[in-house]
């Protein structure tokens, strides 16, 4: 089963910021335009997704409308070609119950714009508790995000951060609200299960075929994890979002540099890095050709 997996090109996400401090690393985008060329460098170095959190200019993460649109119009002008996911459940609660700093899911964010609207939205299959926050996902709210995804036309991608969110996916499945093919992102050693490579072995086995997955180690885990997700026949992510180092005890100087050592590895590994367009057909995005998306942006570019 692995072995025909590994036949399949890999597909490389980028999560330039997601809530990064810059004391962390300096390097992390903040406004539209940064968080535009750090993508545009990461597509050049092999990025084929972008996994986007909007943020406001002192650096806290974005809830308007109106900065997701920003954000969505410079990506679109910039790097037209690269798969947009962006998230819209990053706000942990900490104090309380507070689900009104979540984003809510509506054409506002693309600014009712479909030539800026994102083609991934990230799921949370469950709740969580991580690092000392709580993420409440519950079963009604999954469900409800879930249903406003497919009916804006945007695909899922499924988090999930211990093996019994990856259940309530499957339950979902059967009650017909999830669609095959699923794409699914194991997140290890965030706080969630921990980035023992037994436990991703786990996950994939679980898996029915013809799955995507993705398979992401917090912090110093991210090349480890990478690396046998790549032997696996999985994607990968790194960013900024998900490791302020390139090697231990060196900052990284950018996303574009993370993505650059990931694309390494897959040479070493022997795994092709997917083109534009088969990220897109892999990831059942392909109604939309690059080159028709290069026509559609061809004016927001000038
Ligand atoms: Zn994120």
């Given amino acids: 089963m692995f072995s025909k997996l590994k036949s399949n090109p890999c597909i490389i996400t980028c999560a330039i910021a997601g809530t990064t401090s810059r004391r962390l690393n300096p390097n992390v985008p903040i406004t539209p335009q940064e968080q535009a060329r750090a993508i545009e460098e990461a597509f050049h170095a092999g990025a084929r997704v972008a996994h986007v959190h909007p943020r406001e200019d002192d650096g806290s993460e974005s809830h308007r409308p109106e900065r997701y649109q920003e954000v969505l119009y410079e990506i679109k002008s910039r790097c037209p070609e690269i798969i947009v996911e962006i998230s819209t459940r990053a706000t942990s609660i900490e104090d309380g119950i507070d689900r009104g700093s979540c984003v809510e899911l509506t054409p506002q964010l693309w600014g ?142 950018s996303n574009g540099q993370l993505v650059e050592q990931m694309a390494n590895l897959c040479e070493i590994y022997g795994r092709s890095i997917a083109t534009p367009q088969q990220a897109r057909e892999l990831l059942g995005l392909s109604s939309q050709t690059v080159s028709n998306l290069n026509l559609a942006y061809a004016e927001l570019s000038n």
Wanted: hydrophobic content about 40%; charged content about 20%.
């Fill in 112 to 253: 009712n714009d479909d030539s800026l609207k994102p083609d991934l939205v990230s799921l949370n299959t469950g709740t969580l508790n991580l690092r000392g926050r709580i993420f409440l996902n519950s079963p009604l709210d999954i469900e409800l995000q879930a249903r406003r995804i497919y009916n804006a036309g945007i695909i899922p991608e499924l988090d999930v951060f211990e093996i019994g969110q990856m259940e309530n996916a499957f339950d979902l499945v059967r009650q017909g609200v999830l669609r095959k093919p699923l794409n699914f992102l194991f997140v290890l050693g965030s706080g969630g299960i921990s980035a023992d490579p037994a436990n991703l072995l786990h996950f994939v086995r679980s898996l029915p075929p013809g799955t995507h997955w993705t398979g992401l180690g917090a912090g110093r885990y991210n090349f480890p994890i990478a690396s046998l997700a790549i032997h696996l026949g999985g994607h990968v992510r790194t960013g900024l979002e998900d490791t302020t180092y390139i090697r231990k005890g060196i900052k990284a100087k």
